[in-house]
């Protein structure tokens, strides 16, 4: 299963709020051997939110959205999941009965419009306001504020998917290529790629005093040993050299 995160709102674009989610999930995820493969920051701009939820609800990810979920009117993650899905939004008994029970007859006029949720959404509880968030296939839907969404981030994980642990690739070896040029790399690093299927290969390489290529393999241990070994063979033909941790002091 792969794992996807939407972090919503203009305040983060225009550089007026200061995103908190995105290493939050990550710590979270870590927690129990598991990692982002996706993440995308958009705005409450209703095409653009559009564009991205279809792309995300026609698969079969597990997605954790922040923002956009409450009353106003630059609001719109519940209007265009209905709108992706192809649904109604409808108030959910549920939901309604929450917000009832925490505002009383401050709920309405306008509270009670966030219990509008897309047909055949699952409750979140929020542990602070009483005013849930919502699940829709594999997508939960939370509010953008941290000290709300983040403890309803670790309730998802810890009532929806227990036994969702330990899927991280098992191990990683890195290598520092030193001096070394990328360009008369790619041959191997794409063999690596073709033969080595299952492991993940990175190529960063650092410039200045010291120029060298950080080159890691992550996966299954016996594969990256094998990998690895003809990738050590490759940079030393081309003449360059390689180390396991580099020298600090140089």
Do not use: C
């Amino acid at each position: 299963m792969k794992i996807g995160a939407f972090i919503i709102g203009d305040v983060l674009l225009s550089g007026k709020r200061e995103d908190r989610h995105f290493s939050y999930l990550q710590s979270l995820l870590a927690k129990r051997g598991l990692e982002l493969d996706w993440t995308i920051i958009v705005g409450d701009e209703p095409e653009q939110l559009q564009r991205f939820l279809a792309f995300s609800l026609s698969s079969d990810d597990l997605v954790f959205s922040f923002g956009g979920i409450g009353a106003t009117p630059d609001d719109r993650t519940r209007q265009t999941v209905a709108k992706v899905a192809e649904v109604p939004l409808l108030p959910h008994p549920e939901a309604v009965s929450l917000i009832e029970q925490q505002f009383g007859e401050m709920a309405y006029p306008n509270r009670i419009l966030m219990a509008n949720l897309p047909e055949g959404s699952r409750i979140i509880p929020n542990p602070i306001n009483n005013v849930p968030g919502f699940s829709f296939k594999n997508h939960h839907f939370m509010p953008g504020f941290p000290e709300m969404s983040w403890p309803m981030s670790e309730w998802i994980l810890d009532n929806l998917y227990p036994d969702l642990r330990n899927e991280s690739p098992e191990s990683e070896q890195i290598i520092y290529i030193l001096n070394g040029h990328e360009s008369e790399l790619l041959d191997a690093m794409g063999r690596i790629v073709v033969d080595y299927p299952e492991l993940r290969l990175s190529s960063l390489p650092h410039h200045g005093k010291r120029p060298h290529i950080e080159l890691s393999l992550r996966g299954n241990n016996d594969l990256i040993i094998k990998a690895m070994n003809f990738m050590k063979q490759e940079v030393e033909s081309t003449g360059f050299s390689w180390v396991y941790q580099l020298d600090d002091s140089k």
